[in-house]
């Protein structure tokens, strides 16, 4: 049985670690808070431009362009988003895993050289480089995932969409963390390039951007919620005008219109990966304080007891002096 003095330096200790997982809990909660309102300002561009390529698929436009046409894949690459730091549970293993099930597969079926990974995250980029993928580095990729913004997602998918259209790659896959909710992300992994416009307009836009508090009783209520999602009254989208003219062509709209639709799904996972790090984090840092809370109680009550048994002892020693005396 441990003595007071060593229970003590344990409780000592376990108090200290409470203290900084509470505070790193604070800390992601706030960013977290920022994460959800950079999501909030980019949802009515998202919403305008969703606006507009509906109302093209709804007065069936059959214009076709480089980028939303498939063909033979020899060449692909992998855009995987993770996070800078770590202490924030499974979320950067969960990226890493479906980045080496992915690479493997398309390792097997074309070979090493010619699948790329474009890695944003330090963690990630550790990764990919120990393993001997084909890596192609990003500039300021650690930069973007501190502080995400437009201007890299539109460098890095300009550059994505010319390689595309050159044909040096004929795929391209993004894998990162869909936020859902404060507790709840998703991994994710979809096509980049080329893009599937019904399908990308089609998929779940559900967020909960207005609350970042993580309960057990909220986490226990998702987990029996599952994959049932909330109906939502969609109206059937119509043209802006069942009379309108395209200048010059449908074509050349669709051209512009398509890498604006690209750059906006790589600004969303980005923003999303951001979130649900900062989510995961707060998790994490939530249980390891609620262990430690746990581990106290248990600590304290193993203290009592000692220190009783040891007094108790004591008295005995002192009676039973007495009455040999």
Request: some cysteine; aromatic content about 4%; hydrophobic content about 40%.
């Amino acid at each position: 049985m441990p003595s007071l003095k060593e229970i003590k330096g344990r409780i000592a200790s376990v108090n200290s670690t409470r203290k900084i997982t509470s505070a790193m809990k604070m800390v992601a909660s706030s960013k977290l808070h920022h994460a959800q309102v950079a999501i909030q300002n980019m949802l009515p561009y998202e919403d305008l431009l969703e606006h507009i390529l509906k109302s093209f698929l709804a007065a069936e436009a059959e214009a076709q362009t480089i980028y939303d046409q498939e063909r033979p894949v020899k060449r692909a690459a992998l855009v995987v988003i993770s996070s800078n730091s770590s202490l924030c549970g499974g979320f950067n293993a969960n990226v890493i895993k479906m980045m080496q099930q992915t690479m493997n597969a398309y390792i097997e079926k074309l070979g090493a050289d010619n699948v790329e990974v474009y890695p944003i995250g330090r963690k990630v980029t550790e990764k990919a480089t120990k393993l001997g993928y084909n890596v192609k580095f990003i500039d300021e990729a650690s930069n973007m995932v501190d502080h995400p913004s437009v201007a890299p997602c539109i460098d890095l998918a300009m550059a994505l969409g010319k390689r595309f259209e050159k044909g040096e790659i004929d795929k391209v896959e993004i894998i990162y963390h869909h936020f859902k909710s404060a507790g709840s992300q998703i991994l994710t992994r979809k096509t980049f390039l080329p893009i599937d416009i019904e399908t990308e307009l089609e998929r779940d836009h559900e967020r909960d951007l207005t609350s970042n508090v993580v309960t057990k009783k909220a986490q226990d209520y998702l987990k029996q919620r599952g994959t049932r999602k909330e109906e939502r009254d969609e109206e059937e989208t119509k043209p802006l005008n069942d009379n309108f003219i395209v200048e010059p062509d449908m074509t050349s709209v669709l051209s512009l219109l398509i890498p604006k639709l690209a750059h906006l799904m790589l600004y969303t996972a980005l923003l999303d990966s951001v979130a649900s790090e900062h989510a995961a984090r707060m998790v994490a840092m939530q249980t390891a304080t609620d262990n430690a809370d746990e581990l106290l109680r248990q600590l304290n009550l193993q203290y009592n007891k000692s220190r009783q048994q040891a007094i108790t002892s004591e008295l005995l020693d002192i009676v039973g002096g007495s009455v040999n005396n």
